[in-house]
């Protein structure tokens, strides 16, 4: 039996006990759980993973929801020991929930949250803004009815569309390889005769069950040099991972809760990887260096080289944009959808500044882009290919024997996904004949263990899980994982998109009242929060 585990207690007259299995970053997610009646115990045992039994005896008797780790395993006997102690919901401290048993979950009416690559409010900057739409989107779900339709509400957003803007369908290329949503969405045209108020007719008269009437257009409110085409017309508004500021166009920035730091670190991995730094840094602290030597630690430039992204979503594309900006590499990826946005970005379109052609205007080489047919022909082209794809039974080993063969000799392979993608066993053989080949690794096929002899591979730089490890986002996930299990305690309703939830990371207003993201939301039958957007502001 468990012995009793060690916690760190916070409001202990609170209403409502909350356990975090770990100590996490920042206060705030400790402040507004207190704020709402809740007793919060920490538990401060000095063992870095819980086994069930130790979290069994935390969940106690009592215990209205617990936020966890990815590193334990949630399965059908915590979920069990959760709901006979009363408990309502659980939260990953993750992107991802591999480690947990959703089904079980369910099964014992308990929610699943996770804290997903999001976009956050932290370094948002109010500027004026030019905004020009030709065609507006109405995603219309078949699933969700909203029977509170007001109609000043939506016209605090609908005020700067114009007479002959067209309600249309949006082109989907939100994210090449991320859907952000399996509903079934329809859309429907209406011509714009008289202005907004058609709008509002469309939803109210024909009671149309609303997914987000603005929703893709108040998050790309950005208007810069570049263009993009949507639904056969041309709208100047940009998703925020590509504004390029200019005194024409000054833009509101936004930064991805995870995404840009994890693609930081993929960058920063293949940096190091490139020029040497790890082995030289150990052979500086060894006391090894006695002069300088033309043959000392030479590495690869990364100028004019070729960047290989398998995986072009949202991390895929920050990263491959981090490369060709900041290095000036040639881009070549693999995805199964197009991810035009980077594509536009590179080489740009009629009428739009890429940075190619901000490069060509400076007497510099254009940088260039190629979509490959196939993952081998990334392999076999790139010098540095980082690798981004879901993990699935398709992507299992996606990296093995034969693919690291058809790679070149002195490419950098770096990986921040999921371990399982390469068959590390396949990969040290391969860093022991290829001593000119260089692997980062973020994550790992048996975590937190390495295959045998990775370890002593100096052409291998290998960190532990640390992507998210920047201090604003770890401290954003604390807060979404927090206030997931906070909403399901207090009967909030869910968010409806889980991957715009940077109202909830605004330190300087209260969150909205909902569940930032339940992934086991449908099958609970829980309410989505379909009017998030037209209920509370983003200015």
Not at 329 to 335: E, G, K, Q, R
Not at 438 to 458: C, N, Q, T
Not at 512 to 530: E, Q, R, T, Y
Request: with cysteine.
């Amino acid at each position: 039996m468990a012995q009793p585990v060690a916690i760190e207690v916070w409001n202990p007259n609170g209403k409502y006990r909350v356990i975090s299995t770990k100590p996490m970053p920042g206060t705030r997610w400790i402040n507004l759980l207190i704020e709402q009646d809740c007793r919060v115990e920490i538990c401060t045992q000095k063992k870095t993973i819980l086994s069930v039994e130790d979290i069994i005896a935390l969940i106690g008797d009592k215990c209205d929801g617990v936020i966890g780790q990815l590193t334990e395993d949630w399965g059908d006997t915590l979920f069990s020991a959760l709901s006979k102690a009363g408990g309502k919901a659980f939260s990953n401290m993750a992107v991802g929930y591999n480690n947990v048993d959703v089904n079980a979950a369910t099964k014992y009416g308990v929610a699943v949250g996770n804290t997903p690559c999001s976009y956050g409010s932290k370094l948002f900057c109010k500027a004026t803004m030019s905004f020009y739409v030709v065609e507006l989107n109405v995603a219309v779900s078949l699933h969700y009815l909203c029977h509170d339709v007001r109609l000043n509400s939506i016209a605090r957003y609908t005020k700067e569309f114009q007479i002959g803007d067209t309600v249309g369908s949006l082109e989907g290329d939100d994210t090449a390889g991320c859907s952000d949503s399996d509903d079934e969405v329809r859309t429907e045209t209406v011509p714009i005769e008289n202005g907004r108020w058609e709008i509002l007719e469309l939803c109210c008269k024909r009671h149309v069950p609303i997914l987000s009437l603005t929703l893709k257009f108040i998050y790309r409110r950005i208007a810069s040099s570049l263009g993009r085409t949507v639904g056969g017309g041309v709208s100047r508004t940009l998703d925020a991972s590509l504004v390029i500021p200019s005194p024409q166009s000054p833009a509101e920035f936004v930064l991805r809760l995870s995404v840009e730091t994890t693609a930081e670190l993929a960058a920063s991995l293949s940096l190091a990887a490139a020029r040497r730094i790890v082995e030289a840094d150990e052979f500086m602290r060894a006391g090894l260096y006695d002069g300088w030597l033309p043959h000392l630690f030479v590495g690869n430039l990364l100028k004019g080289q070729i960047v290989g992204v398998i995986g072009a979503g949202r991390i895929g594309s920050a990263y491959a944009r981090m490369m060709v900006e900041g290095f000036k590499m040639n881009l070549i990826y693999y995805d199964l959808y197009q991810s035009t946005r980077l594509e536009k970005f590179v080489t740009g379109m009629s009428g739009s500044l890429s940075y190619g052609q901000f490069l060509k205007a400076n007497g510099e080489q254009p940088v260039t882009w190629k979509r490959a047919s196939s993952m081998e022909e990334v392999l076999r082209e790139a010098d540095v290919i980082s690798l981004h794809p879901i993990l699935d039974k398709t992507t299992y080993h996606l990296v093995n024997k034969d693919s690291l063969a058809v790679m070149k000799k002195e490419a950098i392979l770096v990986n921040c996904s999921r371990g399982p993608v390469i068959d590390e066993v396949a990969l040290v053989e391969h860093l022991k004949q290829n001593p000119m080949f260089r692997v980062g690794l973020d994550v790992f096929e048996d975590e937190p263990y390495m295959k045998p002899g990775l370890s002593e591979m100096k052409n291998a730089i290998v960190v532990p899980h640390i992507a998210s490890a920047s201090k604003w986002t770890r401290e954003g996930m604390a807060t979404l994982a927090a206030l997931n299990v906070l909403g399901k305690i207090k009967g909030y309703p869910v968010w409806s998109d889980p991957n715009r939830v940077d109202l909830f990371l605004d330190e300087n207003s209260p969150p909205p009242a909902a569940s930032p993201s339940i992934v086991n939301a449908k099958a609970l039958g829980n309410i989505i929060f379909v009017l998030h957007l037209l209920l509370h502001p983003l200015y």
